[in-house]
């Protein structure tokens, strides 16, 4: 079956970088991204990944956050640097599969930037 485990989390002071990285499993992914979520907030995109050459961003993260993936070991990576404490959250790995038309999720990991 499909599993995502995010990876990576932790607690970083302002302006540090943290490394997330989700393994997946179970399929092949056409999408895979992040998203987060900060307490009484809801989910929100941080950026998705087709290829090298397609990604998404959302403007708070843009110019500090970079996306990529490993396809060979099926696996994401979100290189957070510049962290902000409005950073501060649950960070989610997504994967979709366009044949299966089922969107997955991982567990979080946790990340919190202090001032």
């Known amino acids: 079956q499909v599993q995502l485990v995010e990876s990576g989390g932790g607690l970083v002071q302002a302006g540090g970088s943290l490394r997330l990285s989700c393994a997946a499993s179970?399929?092949?992914?056409?999408?895979m991204g992040w998203y987060r979520q900060a307490p009484g907030k809801e989910r929100e995109l941080v950026a998705t990944?087709?290829?090298?050459?397609?990604?998404l961003y959302a403007d708070s993260v843009k110019g500090r956050f970079t996306i990529s993936r490993d396809n060979a070991k099926n696996t994401v990576y979100l290189q957070m640097n510049t962290l902000k404490p409005e950073d501060t959250a649950v960070y989610y790995c997504?994967?979709?599969?366009?044949?299966?038309?089922?969107?997955?999720w991982g567990q979080g990991t946790q990340v919190t930037v202090s001032s």
């Open positions: 997504n994967a979709y599969n366009n044949y299966r038309g089922v969107n997955y």
């Open positions: 990944i087709r290829s090298a050459v397609n990604t």
């Open positions: 179970g399929s092949i992914f056409n999408v």
